[in-house]
């Protein structure tokens, strides 16, 4: 049996198992942070990972997550973990818009960043 972690950036399928417990690879997958004898990893940044967090390699992600100061939540067999507050702040303080790319109604596509300089205009729905 699987259980789903969701993330900001993709959903995750994980083995089944104790709290959100996972393997170093799994662990790296779902985050983007690498475990290593000094902590998790992502690029030059190492946070330090306390000895109760860690095990037989396996890594208790929620733990990690929480670290973090970012939210983790779990309902039955799936598992979110959240962007810290901190972190939203300043990308709403910096007013620019994630770089992303959508088809037009010809089909072709066209990335954010490219119109650079140009003014855009951006409008969302959603039938909820």
Known sequence: MARMVLTEQAAFEV????????????????????AKPEGMCRGDICVPLPQAARAAGTID????WRMLGAPVLAEGEAWMLGTAAEEHALALASLE???????????QPHRLSALHGKKVFLTTWASW
């Open 61 to 64: 992600v929620a733990a990690f």
């Open 15 to 34: 083995p089944d198992g104790p709290g959100l417990w996972l393997t170093e690879a799994d662990a790296a997958r779902v985050t983007g942070w690498e």
């Open 97 to 107: 818009a994630p770089d992303f790319t959508l088809p037009d109604l010809a089909g």
